[in-house]
């Protein structure tokens, strides 16, 4: 029996890859099909020698660099790919994943990374980013956000059985979608990570610099207490203001390859995290490798970290993404780290292991093959 997977995009290999990387350990005979592959070679061992299936889009002069701005063409490329020769369809979605065109016969399963977030609740967030927020370009911009959703919702409807990477993502699969979905978090390579029970006097923010990751918040915070050191790792288009931003206790290191970021999370008293995550996988690598973490109290990170009314706590929230609530967390950290102990961290990121996540998937996917009768049972066996 046939099987394909169908991604949104291969740029980095970040949460949504190994998501992808663990699927296709279940379905290792499965083809992949993706709006562009623009993946490093660097990055590709995963892949193996799979040839990739691109869409028009991969050919479109200038297309690695303007993809983003070519937004409105994503569900039409992704419902050119003919796919009426597989049995199982799966699609790995944080955009437009889930419109790729599945037929009677077929069974067509969503692992939903989050709805597209810019087109939804965020909108009015990543227009204010943009600088599109007023203006002459809003009123265009905004219109085809609401073409968006109109196909968004459309493309939703086609989907058999939705699957999410957290509780706080399968409400907004509800509210946008009005569909249900079984909650299954994303696969967290543990063993990538080495377990540290003896910690040094820095903290940690590693991941993209981007505006949504508030790291300025938490560089800000770290302004305000110039007796706590802080690590700042990783790229993107803030860096370069984070650096001019820093104070003398504040390192902005820019990307670390595997091997630092292992050393830095193992290392760290705390790691610091003031985004609004689906999921969150940073978070969880820290308590993988024994680090307590200090975050945000809303979204996925209320699922991945057990604050200190929890039983073996692994971390604490702060209220506000303010540079003055965290560095009120951060003084309560001090105050009670004694009584998180870097066993149950590491503990606690074991519920979120790469084969729990595979466990649970490949029988989601049976559950669906069930009810939705592809006339292909094989593939569960296949597995």
Not at 31 to 49: A, H, I, Y
Not at 118 to 127: E, N, P, R, S, V
Request: with cysteine; glycine share 8%.
């Amino acid at each position: 029996m046939r099987v394909a997977i169908v991604a949104d995009g291969l740029w980095v290999y970040g949460g949504a890859e190994r998501v992808l990387e663990a699927i296709l350990e279940i379905y290792p005979r499965a083809d992949v099909f993706t709006l562009v592959d623009f993946l490093p070679d660097s990055n590709r061992g995963w892949l193996g020698d799979r040839p990739i299936r691109t869409s028009f889009l991969q050919r479109l002069p200038g297309a690695r660099r303007y993809i983003r701005r070519l937004l409105t063409l994503w569900p039409i490329a992704i419902e050119q790919f003919d796919l009426g020769e597989y049995d199982l369809v799966v699609s790995s979605q944080f955009s437009v994943a889930h419109g790729a065109v599945s037929g009677p016969g077929q069974v067509h399963v969503a692992y939903t990374h989050s709805p597209m977030r810019y087109a939804w609740d965020l909108q009015a967030q990543y227009l204010r980013q943009a600088n599109l927020h007023a203006g002459p370009k809003t009123l265009l911009v905004r219109s085809m956000l609401h073409r968006i959703r109109m196909w968004d919702t459309l493309a939703a409807g086609r989907i058999d059985e939705f699957s999410a990477n957290s509780h706080f993502v399968a409400e907004r699969i509800r509210k946008y979608y009005r569909r249900d979905s079984r909650v299954i978090y994303p696969p967290v390579f543990l063993d990538r990570f080495t377990f540290r029970g003896k910690k040094d006097d820095y903290y940690l923010s590693l991941g993209r610099l981007v505006a949504y990751k508030c790291v300025d918040a938490i560089v800000a915070a770290f302004g305000m207490m110039p007796d706590r050191k802080l690590i700042v790792a990783g790229d993107g288009p803030m860096l370069k203001a984070l650096r001019a931003a820093a104070t003398p206790n504040v390192q902005v290191l820019g990307a670390v390859d595997a091997a630092r970021a292992d050393a830095l999370m193992g290392g760290a008293r705390a790691y610091v995290h003031a985004a609004v995550e689906d999921f969150g996988i940073a978070p969880v690598e820290a308590q993988a490798a024994g680090t307590p973490v200090i975050g945000f109290g809303k979204g996925g990170l209320l699922e991945t970290v057990r604050d200190l009314a929890a039983p073996r706590p692994t971390g604490l929230f702060f209220e506000d993404q303010t540079a003055d609530s965290l560095c009120r967390a951060v003084e309560a950290f001090e105050r009670v780290r004694a009584r998180i102990d870097p066993a149950d961290c590491r503990a606690n990121a074991a519920r979120f292991s790469r084969q729990i996540f595979q466990d649970r998937f490949a029988d989601f996917v049976r559950t669906a093959i069930d009810r939705h009768g592809a006339g292909s049972r094989e593939i569960a066996a296949a597995e």
